[in-house]
C-alpha cells in the first residue's frame, strides 16, 4: 500500500507519499484564502503528483490520497473552514475526479494525532490524544487505534471546554474556555503580565520589549532562577493540566502526547506539568497507567496521519 | 439468550431477569458494609436465584449473570469502592463460582447509560451519553452501540472534570468539579442560599424551613412565578449546560439523556436547558444534530444494563 498525505493549510499545503511506514520527500505548493475550492483542489491534485515524483514512485502505483483539513469535516466535505470562508466543499470528490485516485479528507488535528499515534509518540498506545499548543488549543483522539471524531465529525474540540465559565472571551462565543488560559497565545498573554508588573525581572533579559515575547521566553528566564518566570510558568502549567486532566477523567486514554513549539521544552515542561495531571486526576497514574510525552512528528504528524488515514479507509 | 442483571448499591441490591428484551419481577436484598465481600456475594447469587424463581425462569436457562457496582470495575473486579471499603475485590469470580455460571461486572453508571440507550432514551441512538443528577453527577457513555469506559475503566467521570477552577472544593481532591455546581445537592444548596437572602420568596411556601428543601423546590416556586427560584433554576441551568456542553464539545455524542429525579421536571428543566447548552456548543445542534433528553428506565436502567452487559459479554 503506497498512500499520499496532504497536510492543508492557510498558507502552504505540504505532501509526501507514506510507503513502507516513512514519508518520501515532501512538496510543498502556496495556498491562498482568493482562490476558489476547485482553483484549490487543482492545486492539490499537482502537489500529489509532484509528491510521488519526488518520491520515485509513479502515480499509478498510488493507491489512495488523504488530506488534512482545517475545518469541521463530514463525509469528503469541508462543512466549513472558517478561515478560507470554506462551506459545504465537497473536497473528496473535487480531488479524486481530477486524480482518479480515492480520496478522503479528514480534520488536520485529527491527522496530527493519528499520524502521532501510528508512526510518532503515541505508537505504544492503543487509545491516546494529542493535544497541540499553538495559536489554540487543538486536540485529536484515537481510541482502540482509531481516530474518535464524535458524532459527524463535529467533537473533540477540548480547546473549547470550560475551564473557568463566565471567564475570558472565546472566538467560540463561550466565556473560560480551555484555549484562552493554554494556548502559546495565552503563555504570551501571561508572560508580558508578567514583566509589566516586575520590572526587574530577568524576562526582560530575554525579551527585551513585550513584543519580543514569544512561547519560549518564560521557559527560559525560568531556568535562570527568575521568580516572575517561575511564577508565570506555574499559574500557565496549572491551567494546562486542568483542561488536560479534565480530558483525562473523561475520557480516560493511555497517553496524552502533547504537541506544538512548547513541546520542544521536554522535561521542563512535561514534569511539573505530569504532577500538576495527576494530582487533578480521578485515579491517578499510579492505580491505572497514565503517561505525559512529547510529540515526535513535528509538523510531520499531519502527513503521516492523512497517508495512514487514506490507506485506512481504502483497504 | 435470558440473563439477570444486578444493580448493587450501598444500602441493597434488586436483579430481574432479561429476556425478550423487557425486565421480569425484581428481587430485592439489603447490603451492608459490615459484610465482607464473600458474605455479599453469598447474598447476591441468593438474589439472582430468587429473581430467576420471580421470573418464573428455571435457573439452568440462565445464560449468564451481570452487575452493575460501584466503583472502579476493571475486568471484573472491584478495584476500589470507598463506601464499603472494598479494594480488588474479584466480585466476578466469587458469584460465578457460587453460581456456575459466566458472571460480569460493570459499574453502575455504565450500566445505567448501557440500559438506557438499548432499553430506554437512548434506543435512537448509536451514540449517546447519560448523565445523572444525583448526589454527585454521573455518567456514562456508549459509543457505536458499545459502552465506553476508558483504558481499564478509569473513565467517564464527567462529575470531576472542572467548569470552575480553583473553585468549590471536591471530595476528588480538586476543586471547582462540574459536580459541586451541578448535582442535586448543589441545587439544593443554591436553593437554600436564595431562601437566605430573600425572606419573602415564595420558596418559603414550598419549604417550610431550608431543611425542607430537596431538588423539586426551585421548580415548584418558578413555576409559580418566584422570581428568586427562577434566578436560582437559571443559574444552576447555566451551569449545568456548562458541562454538559464540555462533554459534547469534546466527545459529541448524538444525545445527551439527564437521569436522576431532576428528570421528572420534564419540560421545565429541558427546555431551558436545551437552549444554553446549544449556545455553548463549538458546532451548534443545527449543523449536527444533538438532542437532550429525560431518562425513561428510573431505577432499573442499571438492571436493564447490566444484564444487557451480561448478554453482550457471552455472546
Redesign the interface.
Known sequence: MITIGIDLGGMSAKAACLAAGALTEKARVVTSKEKTPEETAKDLAALAREAAARGGIAFDEIDAVGVGSPG?I?GGVV??WSNFGWKDVKLAALLSEILKKPTFVLNDANAAALGEAKYGAGVKYD?CALVTIGTGVG?GIV?GGKL?????G?????G??????GGLPCP???R?CFEQYASATALIRRTRESMEQDRASRLWEIAKTTNDVDGTTAFRAASMGDAAARETLDGYL??LA?GI??????????AVILGGGISAEGEALLDPLRKKVN??L??PAE????QIVAATLGNDAGIYGAAHYASECVK
Do not use: W
Open positions: 469541521v463530514d462543512v466549513q487509545d486536540s481510541l474518535f471524531t464524535g458524532y459527524r463535529a467533537g473533540t474540540e477540548l473549547h471546554t470550560v475551564i473557568r465559565a467560540c462565543g463561550r473560560g496549572e491551567d486542568e486532566a479534565d480530558l483525562v477523567n473523561l475520557m480516560r486514554p493511555q494530582e487533578k480521578y485515579i492505580r491505572v497507567p497514565f
